[in-house]
């Protein structure tokens, strides 16, 4: 199963449990691997972000946190890693009027 940092996109070998600890790191980027847009229950159009309703609310969620209902994402399903750039979002919006 294909798993991807947030930030960098690189695939992460995370093995059979996806486990990932608070201070884990993308060997890629070194940015924080246990954060909200890491998660599986990350939503941006979600109430705080997220679809957990029982998670406390966290306000940096490209922060390591301390959430117990993290579960890192499985990206196959959704199309690959979490486009996060504007930038990307504009190309794309773009493309759709050529």
């Not at 994402?73 to 930038?87: H, I, M, Q």
């Amino acid at each position: 199963m294909p798993y991807f940092c947030f930030k960098c996109a690189k695939t992460l070998d995370l093995g059979a449990n996806a486990f990932v600890a608070r201070k884990d790191e993308c060997p890629g980027c070194r940015s924080d691997l246990h954060v909200c847009r890491n998660c599986r229950h990350f939503d941006p159009n979600a109430y705080n972000q997220c679809r957990e309703n029982q998670a406390e609310r966290i306000v940096e969620k490209d922060r390591s946190n301390m959430c117990d209902y993290f579960k890192f994402a499985d990206r196959a399903s959704a199309g690959g890693p979490v486009e996060t750039g504007s930038k990307d979002q504009l190309k794309k919006l773009d493309d759709l009027f050529k």
